[in-house]
Nanobody
Framework: QVQLVESGGGLVQAGGSLRLSCAAS????????MGWFRQAPGKEREFVAA????????YYADSVQGRFTISRDNAKNTVYLQMNNLKPEDTAVYSC????????????????????WGQGTQVTVSS
């Protein structure tokens, strides 16, 4: 059973930065794809970013491209989401996801493609 624990959320002013972390248990972390999704109040969960298990391929949502960077440290079983130039519309609960699947962006961005999830961390961006 893989467990994911997010941290690093908080309150930040528009234009500021935050770095989210997701620590994973389990021996298969290095071969699993990892991703971030977010859900704002009253809205559906949406894809943010993902990184392939082996190799450096990444995908980003258009809304965060150029502002957010996903990375992983396999030695620490941790995936990060560096968020810069934050906007009020980035306010949401951010959840980490993991799984063995990788494929086209449209599939990776689909909630049901992922096998396990963290509990989420709140990010609030004030204007």
């Amino acid at each position: 059973q893989v467990q994911l624990v997010e941290s690093g959320g908080g309150l930040v002013q528009a234009g500021g930065s935050l770095r989210l972390s997701c620590a994973a248990s389990g021996r298969t972390f290095s071969t699993n794809a990892m991703g971030w999704f977010r859900q704002a109040p009253g809205k559906e969960r949406e894809f943010v970013a993902a990184v392939k298990g082996i190799g450096s391929s990444t995908y980003y949502a258009d809304s965060v491209q150029g502002r957010f960077t996903i990375s992983r440290d396999n030695a620490k079983n941790t995936v990060y989401l560096q968020m810069n130039n934050l906007k009020p519309e980035d306010t949401a609960v951010y959840s980490c996801a993991g799984g063995s699947f990788w494929g086209p962006r449209s599939s990776v961005a689909t909630f049901s493609s992922w096998d396990y999830w963290g509990q989420g961390t709140q990010v609030t961006v004030s204007s």
